[in-house]
């Protein structure tokens, strides 16, 4: 989840959870049985069934062997020099082209068959696969499975780097800000002037330490060009009239101060490092939670599956992006915290995975489900006061993007332009037996010999790259120009009841 904590003055707002931390103003997962005496020469010793008594040595079955089996290959003869009777161990002697053993006047020859692979068949019986049960064995398909990845070369399984360094950074992170909100409250967690529902520190604090806070980026409108001061609470408030400094609020050496009355005042706030620090922060333990749940299962498969640069590249991009989309529609006195984007931009490489492995799916219809229904379900509860849906979104999107561009081609796609089944990420050989040469080692055999259908799914890729790129760039133009505003864009982040739209807003005093 992406936090998403409301800060600027105004009246207070509780928000639980992706999550927007509640603010303190509104600036604001058997029998025995005895057995004939065998003799390897294929004679056995009987007993005498006729005689008053049985020879001691020789005991009379009481049973049978539980080694037999109806699939046992068993004879029965009366010759001395023949295979043993029911029971006994039957002649296994090889007599076919170049074997030692001595043939006897009954035996069985064995004739050597070469199977249709040109490979030695040592069965005793040959007889081909026919009827239901040969068609049903044909046919059946070993598929991927719901949880598993389907793209070619996730089989291999190198250490998570990735998940785990950031996991502990997160964690480390988080108990820093425990720390620091006890010192400067006197709780490890914010209960005054309101309990964080989140269970972690106040608003301030998560401010404070690098969530993500228009006022502190770039100059807000309804803050430098009002006519009345807008105030802000202190990190360490725990009253409603501790009131701070915008400077004070936004710490790392501080920002210029509002002068208010004057919407292009120079210098303004430019802290831009907020659009990466919070995806390392977490407004509390259930924030925190549900997010290294995530991490440490779906995202820690899809890292060992593509490798680690490729995760990051993803991980990193789409969490920026998710708070780029946030700063441009999310009300601008909303602090927003949590690595939701970027698991959001895993979740888009597990649905890629998906299309990618459509075919060698045993029902990829119902794991499409499975997906779409995790999907809205996240992108519904990110509609709840609290919780950032923009990050979610953005963080989606990138990781579609990103996916398509950094991944290997479709299975299907991939086998048509000389593939195999065990090829990684790595490039395709045009000759389909390993893989092309790096771009690095070799740019001119990187390209060399590749197939129409290859170029025109790297152009494909080239257009998704550069579509994202220039999605960013706008954004971003955007964000610290502000000459574009989006009147109904709130509503994906927010459901129209009880003014939860309105939450993190900040009343225009301009004029």
Partial sequence: MASNNHYYSGNQHNDPSSYNAPSSQQ????????????????????????????????????????????????YATNSTNSLPQRGGYPDTTYYGQGGSGTRLNDDIPLQDRQGKTGDMNDHIYDAPETGTAGESRKKKKKGVRVGELG???????????????????????????????????????????????????????????????????????????????????????????????????????????????????????????RFIVPMFMHAGLI???????????????????????????????????????????????????????????????????LLYSWSERRNPVKDLMFIILDIVISFVLGLLPGLDNFSHIGGFLMGLALGVCILHSPNALRRKIGGSDNTSYSAVSPSGDGTAPGFLKSPIGFFKGRKPLWWAWWLVRAGFLIAVIVVFIVLLNNFYNGSHTCSWCKYLSCLPVSNWCDIGTIQDRSS
């Fill in 151 to 273: 793209m070619l070369g996730s089989g291999k399984k190198g250490i998570p780097w990735v998940c785990y360094v950031f996991s502990l950074v997160q964690i480390g992170v988080f108990i820093g800000s425990l720390i620091k909100n006890g010192i400067l409250t006197g709780s490890p967690i914010m209960i005054k002037p309101q309990i964080n529902p989140m269970i972690g520190p106040s608003t301030g604090v998560l401010i404070n330490m690098g969530a993500r806070y228009v006022p502190c980026m770039h100059n807000v409108k309804e803050i430098q060009g009002s006519k009345i001061p807008v105030q802000f609470l202190c990190p360490n408030a725990t009253k409603d009239s501790q009131i701070c400094p915008l400077s004070d609020v936004c710490g790392f050496g501080g920002v210029p101060n509002p002068t208010f009355n004057n919407a292009n005042q120079s210098p303004q706030p430019n802290q831009w490092f």
């Fill in 27 to 74: 600036p604001y997962q058997y029998g025995n049985y005895s057995s004939t005496d065998q003799h390897l020469g294929g004679h056995q010793t009987p007993y005498d069934a006729g005689a008053s008594g049985i020879h001691a040595q020789h005991p009379k079955p009481t049973g049978p062997s539980p080694f037999d089996s109806v699939f046992d290959d068993n």
């Fill in 287 to 353: 924030h925190i939670g549900f997010n290294l749940l995530l991490q440490l299962t779906l995202a820690k498969e899809m890292e060992q599956a593509i490798g680690s640069i490729r995760f990051f590249l993803v991980y990193i991009s789409a969490g920026i992006f998710g708070f780029v989309m946030g700063g441009n529609f999310a009300a601008p006195g909303i602090a927003s915290t949590g690595a939701s984007g970027s698991l959001f931009g895993i979740i888009a490489l597990t649905l890629l995975d």
